[in-house]
């Protein structure tokens, strides 16, 4: 018989920024099956992960004891998900000793060798509450501003340039605004399989007669129901973007009044644009002049029309650069600041908004208040009754550099997996072994507690109460369902007892005391109330006074820049760092699937989903395949510069011939182990969409 459950919890889905809302069914203390509930982002759907992706929590690879590693232990060698050599590496521990530890180990760093010796990787998947005290533990307690976490592996281009071109980071419009478009223009990202609800919403659009603009080398699902597919060469998309708006100044198709009121630098922009005609621009990015032109008028002669993108936009070393195409077109346009219009940076983890938003990032405070701001600064420091530097602090990637250099030595990782997620990960791993303490916290043995000192065993999703903010700027509300297993504390508890280790004075009495420091940190959020959160299960900011309904579209009628103006910046051509050449000749493409969820450490670990996608596959053009004189379904080995991992090859015409796509889930072919750490300049994003990789048989 079907087994019923006892009780039911409301809560949000742990994956993507969708941020779809569920509900929790469980019996003894077990969830049993989870199902869509009716919120603004979701209407009762849900997608495969949401759906089937919770058993994670009652796996047995979770961990219940404090550990710490051995004595002697080497920290090297390969991580294996059943590690039966675990008990020689890591001992069991009481948290008293545990905490001790970590706490010391950062205190004799900082102060021998001082503040900036010291680094956190905070969480895109924690709540708002963690991140915020996190951020403040490493600022106030470690005393530095080294924090940052995986925005900066996945939107930190886009931000950089909204934040310099509008003012705000945030994205301008929700999703579900597609409804009103009546052209979407889509780049650089793949929502059937990552934002998969999100997409929903664009196909009933699409049904309902909105056009669709699609930019991408690959093609998606989305790629039949669209009314022009560019398939344009990878990184190509500086040229490509120049072309189309080159066409809209050239057969005045600008909004001129838009632009005069509202805008700045548009002279500048026009200069720059006259050499990027479509003709001059079809042999470099592959599409031809009269599609562009096509497109160009499209776009700018629609009543309203969006641009959504991922990051295939965004991972470049030209990241910054996309992001200021799109945002120029925007504006030259006046597609923004209506509903149905504007720009959305399709956000990734379900909380990466939030963690950004709190100031889990080296250069900006809570609010986004740059840390060299001074009356930014005083205030956060009258709050906190301490001192910040004022000096910007490492982003990860060059967290990791540091380390090799021997100017970080003490780093607290709390829910992000950097020995997998980080470009060049052999590297990445490498840093982190050299450390002379490393504490992770998190729920299973990663890839990167793996290397640890002290490892913290945290509470999982479904185990804590907090709030997350969609890709909508939507705060929702997570909530307790089942209880930790063995010895796991709340993360909140856990950072907590380092602080107070570190001499801090911190004694918040749960999520809610925390959150209503964050509404005085974070104006942009004082008016909403843990009370209303509760009630109404989420509010979407700008929400600065109690009873403010929220902005669901905000640069309505100004930007948030000093003057209220949209600054238009050109940007040139910058090739990708690594071109293929004879002994690497094909692209290596990175990205996620449907299945599997980033590192892979929940979804790996859920029944449905590892029978659906159990392993490491590449996928690969039938051209592409044969020109290789491979068959799919045979072992390949994938090698760059940095590395090699063996897989298996899947044929699929999706991927553009010459390329290679695979996932970064996979522990047993991490395939970051091959991608390349060179650096957007401006956002210090990697370039995980483009390296040069060679593949041979076998
Ligand atoms: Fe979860 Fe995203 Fe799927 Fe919604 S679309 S169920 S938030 S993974």
């Known amino acids: ?318 990241g910054t650069d996309n992001a200021r195409c799109l945002i120029s077109l925007s504006l030259m346009t006046g597609q923004i600041g209506r509903p149905g219009t504007g720009l959305h940076p399709l956000r990734g983890q379900n909380n990466v908004q939030g963690a950004s938003d709190m100031g889990l990032i080296p250069m900006r405070l809570p609010d986004y208040y740059k840390v060299q701001d001074d009356s930014a600064r005083h205030k956060l420091e009258q709050l906190w009754g301490s001192e910040i530097d004022s000096k910007p602090g490492l982003t990860v990637v060059e967290i990791m550099d540091a380390i090799h250099e021997g100017k970080l030595n003490g780093l607290y990782i709390m829910g992000e997996n950097p020995a997998m997620s980080d470009p060049d990960a052999n590297h990445a791993r490498q840093a982190l072994s050299e450390l002379d303490i490393l504490v992770v916290q998190d729920i299973f043995l990663t890839e990167t507690a793996y290397l640890a000192d002290v490892i913290l065993p945290a509470s999982g999703f479904p185990e804590k109460t907090g709030t997350f903010t969609n890709t909508d700027r939507l705060v929702q509300m997570g909530r307790t369902a089942i209880p930790m297993p063995g010895d796991a504390r709340q993360d909140l508890w856990i950072i907590q007892q380092i602080a107070q280790r570190m001499g801090l004075d911190w004694n918040y009495d749960g999520p809610k005391e925390v959150f209503d420091e964050i509404r005085k940190a974070v104006p942009s959020m004082g008016g909403i109330t843990w009370e209303r959160l509760e009630r109404e299960h989420g509010v979407v900011y700008p929400c600065e006074q109690e009873g403010d309904p929220g902005e669901p579209i905000i640069f309505t009628d100004r930007f948030p820049t000093t003057d209220g103006r949209g600054l238009f910046v050109p940007a040139d051509i910058v090739e990708p760092d690594e071109r293929p050449d004879d002994e690497y000749p094909y692209i290596l493409i990175t990205g996620r699937m449907l299945e599997h969820w980033h590192t892979g450490s929940m979804t790996r670990r859920s029944n449905v989903l590892d029978a659906l996608e159990p392993e490491a596959v590449a996928t690969i053009h039938p051209l592409t395949l044969e020109e290789m004189n491979v068959r799919p379904g045979e072992m390949v080995t994938l090698s760059t510069r940095r590395g090699e991992v063996s897989v298996v090859a899947r044929v699929d015409e999706a991927v553009p011939t010459g390329a290679i796509f695979m996932a970064f889930c996979y522990y047993e072919a991490a395939v970051n182990k091959l991608s390349n750490a060179a650096l957007d300049p401006a956002a210090k994003i990697p370039e995980f969409k483009y390296c040069a990789v060679k593949v041979t048989p076998g």
Not at 112 to 137: D, I, M, R, V
Not at 176 to 182: E, I, L, N, P, R
Not at 248 to 268: C, M, P, Q, S, W
Request: charged share 25%.
């Open 1 to 318: 018989a079907m087994v019923e459950p006892d009780r039911q919890v409301e809560s949000v889905c742990p994956y993507c920024g969708v941020g779809c809302q569920l509900t929790y069914n469980i019996k003894d203390d077990k969830i049993l099956y989870v199902e869509g509930r009716d919120g603004p982002a979701n209407h009762g759907r849900l997608c495969v992960k949401g759906r089937y992706g919770f058993d994670y929590v009652h796996h047995p690879h979770r961990l219940t004891k404090p550990l710490i590693r051995r004595e002697g232990a080497p920290k090297s060698g390969d991580f294996t998900m059943e590690p039966n050599d675990i008990d020689k590496i890591f001992r069991e521990a009481t948290w008293e000793e545990a905490l001790d530890m970590a706490a010391k180990g950062f205190l004799k760093i900082r102060d021998e060798k001082g503040p900036n010796a010291l680094a956190g990787f905070g969480s895109a998947k924690g709540s708002n509450e963690e991140a915020y005290l996190f951020q403040k533990l490493i600022r106030t307690g470690f005393k530095t501003n080294n924090v940052d976490h995986c925005t900066r592996l996945c939107h930190a281009s886009s931000v950089v340039a909204l934040l310099e071109c509008l003012g705000s980071g945030a994205v301008s419009n929700p999703v579900a605004d597609v409804d009103k478009a009546d052209v979407i223009v889509l780049i650089g990202a793949n929502p059937t399989v990552n934002h998969p609800v999100g997409a929903t919403w664009m196909k009933n659009a699409l049904r309902a007669g909105t056009k669709l603009i699609l930019l991408d080398p690959r093609t998606t699902e989305l790629s039949r129901q669209a009314t022009h597919h560019l398939a344009f060469k990878p990184g190509s998309d500086v040229p490509m973007l120049n072309a189309i708006m080159h066409v809209i100044v050239e057969e005045n198709l600008v909004d001129k009044n838009f632009v005069a009121e509202r805008t700045l630098g548009f002279e500048a922009m026009k200069k720059h644009l006259q050499k990027y005609s479509p003709e001059l621009m079809e042999p470099i990015c592959g599409i031809p002049a009269q599609t562009l032109r096509e497109v160009a008028r499209l776009y700018a002669t629609a009543n309203t029309a969006m641009i959504l993108w991922g990051m295939g936009v965004s991972q470049h070393v030209h």
